[in-house]
Structure formats: C-alpha cells, structure tokens
C-alpha cells in the first residue's frame, strides 16, 4: 500500500508560483514512477506531469512545459511539482499518483495510488 498525500496549493495572482509537495508513505515509492494529475471543475482530470522512480524520465503536458517542473526526493518520500507562470486557466484541484502500470503514464487509468488531492486557484 501506498498513501500520499499533497499539499502546497493555494490562491495566487496570475504570473505567481507555487510548489505542491506530496509526501509519500508505503513500501513502493522508491520504485514507483509518480505523476501529478489536476481536475478542473466541469472537466476531466488530465495528465500534468509524471517523473520515473530514477528522475531520468520525464514528461509534460503541453499546456504546462516549460512553465511547470516535477522532481522527486526519494530519501524523503516527496514529490514536488514547482508551477511557474500561472495562469487562470491552471485553476484547478492537483493530485499525485503512484504506481503507474504498464500502460501509458499520461493515464488516469494507470495508477493505482491517489492522494486527496489540493485546491491551486490562480486569479487574474
């Protein structure tokens, strides 16, 4: 079993920055590839980012590169995505996720682990 749980969302002004924590426990998160998925009211929850159990693989959503940074720290069990440059459309509730299986990791559907997930709103 795997829990997780984030936090570091908040209420930030367009062109702001915030960095959402999600703190790991459970015997796989060394091993297992993470990734950060956001649902917007109304709308599906979306891939955001997703990072290998090494660091060596990452990927990003279109709507977030080069704006958005996913890491991970595996002494301490915390994943991180640092958000750059947000913008409204970024509002959203963000949730971790763990241990992808084998199909793609831009899945809702791959991971077996969730966090509670927590609330990033970005005024303009």
């Known amino acids: 079993q795997v829990q997780l749980v984030e936090s570091g969302g908040g209420l930030v002004q367009a062109g702001g920055s915030l960095r959402l924590s999600c703190a790991a426990s459970?015997?796989?998160?060394?091993?297992?590839?993470m990734g950060w998925f956001r649902q917007a009211p109304g709308k599906e929850r979306e891939f955001v980012a997703a990072?290998?159990?090494?660091?060596?693989?990452?990927y990003y959503a279109d709507s977030v590169k080069n704006r958005f940074t996913i890491s991970r720290d595996n002494a301490k069990n915390t994943a991180y995505l640092q958000m750059n440059s947000l913008k409204p459309e970024d509002t959203a509730v963000y949730y971790c996720?763990?241990?992808?299986?084998?199909?793609?990791?831009?899945?809702?559907?791959?991971?077996?682990?969730w966090g509670q997930g927590t609330q990033v709103t970005v005024s303009s």
């Open positions: 996720a763990a241990e992808p299986g084998g199909g793609s990791w831009y899945s809702v559907h791959e991971y077996a682990y």
């Open positions: 990072i290998s159990w090494s660091g060596g693989f990452i």
């Open positions: 459970g015997r796989t998160f060394g091993v297992s590839a």
